[in-house]
């Protein structure tokens, strides 16, 4: 046997597509009691045998670890210290600063500063924006978190100008740029006349080039602005599926439009799946109307018909604009907030999470490497007064998955994982020893029965290899240090007799500060790629 170790350096594969379903009762209320059988799966209306079923309940998996901890404390004396409070909730609360207006963030402002006063000892809550600024990390330090959302204001792009002409929104643009709508164009040509050119007709192609580039214009702005938020949001999965609990992200926006962007939203919504990221939606926009004509600052257009037709356009806009809220929602599990004044009651729907989901996961047969978008059906066999929230598709990848990467990547979706695995049997203990007041050795040790694993015969030996990680994360969930170690075992029949009677341990030492700390171990072996997953807690005072 050989090894080396390493410091974890931590960085979507779609044969397996994983969906996401909660089931509601006529009240409302998560069922969590259907089976794998009381389901239907169709993938482009073709139906597809679920391979992989588990029920959840979002929290329980650090409930266990806790237990685990107190139940099994270290042999060593030097462990004796109490049980550290481990965080059991990670919420991020992402405003969208760069499409929300002055008197809805205002709103949005007061009724999160009544909602935080409401989180739990064990909650860590995070401050995120989509322009950047302002940005607060994971932390359960209340006047921390109200002094972030006192710093919220808005931060549009595109200086928000009062009296544009013409006048042509983000929608408008991708009716004229994108879809070549001659009635949106020809409303943008008019008003341009009317604005610029006092109405002159001699001059409608001057008018009508001008509409083409305010469009363009625009199109550019809304499309960065898009982009932004989703990117942001993508951002903000990726960082919470560092943290070792329970995961929300709750965006605060009054929606936007995505033109041309599925392929960006669907890749957030396979990580948030595959991170185990809940998101949730909250319209700030509250029971919103639409002003024909606009607010008292517009300016008064001429011409009527150009006038009812951009309030159509206005009205269609702001219905489409919580489309992405809705979509974001529904594929992982979480609540959309909309059309309703009380944002106090939002917050409190939007943060909380349901108390049962399953996860489904198939793998598509003769899945074409072609990036083609599939429709996702999720159905209920006894749909009677159940509601199904799922997924609405995927995209097949472009290009096959590297093994190894898959592997890498398999690892390090355990490693921030709050789940627990079990293929292999596997003990996780710790010890630790103060050098000094503010310094400690903590040791992690892994005890792994090789009984189980798969060897593969060649040259007289038997062969495989473990790699071996273990990560700290402190009080908030933050990562600490890691460490991965890689087991080559080449044996012969007698060693390999030997150690199905004994087993294997391994060991990993960091250097630490006294406090609080959760530590993860996971396990996977080369040949059978069966993969452990533990969790534990440890307090060096």
Known sequence: MSSHEAAATFHVNVKLVLVRVVVRDAQGHAVGNLEKQDFQLFDDRKPQVITQFSVEKPGEQVAKARASSESNPSESAATNGKIPEIPERYIAYVFDDVHLKMGDLMQARQAAEKHLASLQPTDRAAILTTSGQGNLDFTDDRNSLKAALGRLVPRSLNGGEINPCPDVSYYMADLIANQRDPQALGVATQDALD???????????????????????????????????????????????????????????????????EIEYTDLIDRALRSQVIISALDARGLYTIVPGGDISKRTKPNIMVQAQQTLYQSASASAEA??????????????????????????????????????????????????????????????????????????????????????????????????????????????????????????????????????????????????????????????KGSEEVLKMRLKDDTLDRKLRSGITLKSSFDVKPGSYLVRLVVRDTEGRLMAAENGAVEIP
């Not at 009508?208 to 993508?234: P, Y």
């Not at 599990?333 to 009380?342: A, E, K, R, T």
């Open 195 to 261: 604005c610029a050119f006092n109405s002159d007709t001699r001059l409608l192609s001057a008018a009508q080039q001008m509409a083409q580039a305010t469009a363009q214009s625009e199109l550019q702005i809304g499309d960065h602005e898009s982009q932004l938020a989703l990117s942001v949001l993508k951002d903000a999965v990726r960082r919470m599926a560092l943290m070792p609990g329970q995961r929300s992200l709750v965006v605060v926006s009054p929606g936007f439009l995505t033109p041309r962007l």
């Open 323 to 480: 489309d992405i809220l809705a979509v974001l929602a529904d594929a992982t599990g979480g609540v959309f907030f909309h059309n309703n004044n009380d944002l106090v009651e939002g917050f409190r729907r939007v943060a909380s999470t349901p108390e049962y989901y399953y996860e489904l996961g198939f793998s598509p047969q003769n899945l074409k490497l072609d990036g083609r978008f599939h429709s996702l059906k999720v159905a209920v066999k006894n749909p009677e007064k159940l509601t199904v929230q799922a997924r609405r598709g995927y995209y097949a990848p472009k290009h096959a998955t590297d093994p190894e990467e898959e592997a890498k990547q398999e690892i390090e979706d355990a490693v921030f994982s709050q789940e627990e695995l079990h293929d292999l049997p596997v003990q996780l203990h710790t010890q630790f020893f103060k050098a000094s007041d503010d310094a400690a050795k903590l040791t992690v040790l892994a005890h792994v029965d090789v009984a189980q694993l798969r060897f593969r015969k060649a040259d007289g030996r038997n062969n495989d290899n473990l790699t071996v990680v273990s990560a700290l994360f402190n009080r908030n969930g933050d990562f600490v």
